[in-house]
């Protein structure tokens, strides 16, 4: 099987300093992929990296057999456009981003509209449905700024389901929320891996990193210092890898 | 004993007069709108320049800001009237004389007052478009400037009162506006005290107008949306969602 998508040589630099020595990953279609480990690990910045929001210094995002971002010096193979990858990659923030001066509803629409196409009154159709799939119609016309953390991350995960991603990215999709809400939107997310979707889950939730994951990815130093498949929870030697899981469940 | 002599205000003056102050002010006001609306664009242009990747279009853009924003509007009228003239050969009428002077004040205040609205927008709204796979254009159109009008027009209110103000210097080329026409009046019946403050109660009264219509504006762009005249316009969108909700 050949992956959806997959990282070759991802250098990242701020400045002087590199915070991606080179990651190699694939993810493949339906898989659920969870990186985890500690803050500045540089997790964030690969996942980031899948639809080339912070663009890599070196390397490739490989999407469907069509190369993205800089390549390695010399490499001459034609690149993707950005916007191309984008638009087959939903992403879902820490922070949300809904857009405050939009309801509910419009966020979604809004992005239909503008993505895909559709008439306004497709849209608004549509982005009636994904509400609805994630239990929040009857607060349509509610703006972010009236909505709890956990719906408003229920219309983030929503609005990125409207435009049909073939892979969806979850960067700490729960780290900003009450400890009460988080319950909503991991079962939204479970829901989700259940249809098939493959996604990639950075989070700090280890009890659903175990449960979902089926590649687990440990991060330090901005190397994958260790990986594993659906039972590397249980099975893991790394002492690094254990030292961590043992700190933070 | 010498005696002192009468106050003799002639207050019926701002009365008999009254068309005739009303309609400078008219005219203040047309001539401050124009330029106000040239200015937005103008003033929008020039945020963005300052906000480029390229240094040229920064340092362009600086440079306006900075030249205009230091010349006052009675300088700048007289060189756009007269100076204009005398190097080109063209004249502009009064009219276009005021309005190209405000413009180029106000435009780099504009500039300005936009470029801190665009940075004031929080940086995961341009991140959230570009996930979604938003064209720039569309990003800039849909997400981040409705979020900057928000912040930037109770300054743009502000600015309007000014150039409201500024149109005063425009008497000494000639502009009918209130000062002007106070000031033929005055000629002939010599009452400045009278006139002066009914010029002055004109302005302040420009400005509560101003403010009020502001404030409407605002509304509109608040959210949750407040404001009858914002309801009443979004009405047939409500109803069409609430429709949506009640059949799914």
């Known amino acids: ?249 | 004993m010498e005696e002192t002599p009468r106050l003799n205000f002639m207050w019926h003056l701002v009365w008999d007069f009254r068309a005739e102050l009303l309609r400078g002010l008219l005219t203040a006001f047309e001539v401050a709108i124009t330029a106000l609306i040239l200015s937005l664009f103008v003033g929008l242009l020039f945020a963005l320049m300052k906000m480029s990747r390229f240094a040229l279009w920064r340092g362009i853009a600086s440079t306006y800001v900075n030249v205009f924003r230091g010349i006052p509007a009675l300088v700048s009228v007289v060189w756009v009237y007269f100076g204009w003239s005398l190097l080109f050969g063209y004249n502009f009428t009064v009219y276009q004389a005021g309005v190209i002077a405000l413009t180029l004040l106000y435009s780099s205040f504009f500039a300005e007052i936009f470029r801190s609205a665009l940075e004031a927008v929080h940086k995961g709204q341009r991140e959230a478009g570009q996930a979604l796979g938003m064209s720039r254009l569309r990003i800039f159109r849909s997400i981040v400037m409705p979020q900057a009008l928000k912040i930037a027009i109770p300054n743009i209110g502000s600015m309007y009162i000014g150039m409201i103000k500024d149109t005063s210097t425009f008497t000494v080329i000639g502009l009918a506006e209130l000062v002007f026409v106070m000031q033929s009046i005055n000629a002939e019946y010599f009452q400045p005290f009278v006139l002066f403050t009914a010029a002055a109660g004109l302005y302040v009264a420009a400005a509560f107008l101003v403010d009020f219509v502001f404030r409407i504006v605002e509304g509109g762009f608040s959210y949750p949306k407040v404001g009858r005249v914002k309801r009443f316009l979004t009405r047939r969108k409500r109803a069409q969602i609430q429709r949506l909700v009640e059949a799914n």
């Open chain 1, 1 to 249: 099987m050949n992956a959806l998508i997959s990282l070759r040589g991802i250098r990242k630099s701020f400045g002087t300093s590199e915070v991606l020595h080179g990651i190699d990953l694939d993810v493949y279609p339906g898989s659920h992929t969870v990186i985890f480990g500690p803050s500045g690990s540089g997790k964030s910045t690969v996942l980031r990296s899948m639809n080339l929001l912070e663009e890599p210094t070196e390397g490739s995002v490989v999407f469907e057999g069509v190369e993205y971002g800089p390549g390695i010096p010399g490499d001459a193979t034609p690149r993707g456009k950005k916007i191309d990858l984008r638009r087959q990659v939903g992403m879902v923030f820490q922070q949300f981003n809904l857009f405050p001066h939009l309801s509910a509803i419009d966020n979604i629409a809004l992005s239909v509209h503008a993505v895909t196409g559709k008439s306004k009154d497709e849209a608004l159709e549509r982005a009636a449905q994904e509400l609805k799939n994630v239990g929040l119609l009857k607060w349509a016309m509610n703006y972010p700024a009236q909505l709890s953390g956990g719906q408003q991350q229920r219309v983030a995960i929503a609005r990125a389901l409207s435009l049909d991603p073939k892979l969806m990215l979850f960067d700490e999709p729960t780290s900003a929320l009450d400890p009460e809400l988080v319950g909503e939107v991991l079962a939204v997310m479970r829901k989700l891996a259940e249809t098939g979707m493959t996604m990639v889950v950075v989070t700090h939730e280890m009890g659903f990193a175990k449960e979902i994951g089926d590649q687990c990815i440990f991060m330090d130093q901005g190397y994958i210092a260790d990986s594993g498949g659906a039972d590397f929870f249980d099975t893991c030697t790394n002492k690094r890898t254990k030292e961590f899981i043992g700190s933070v469940l």
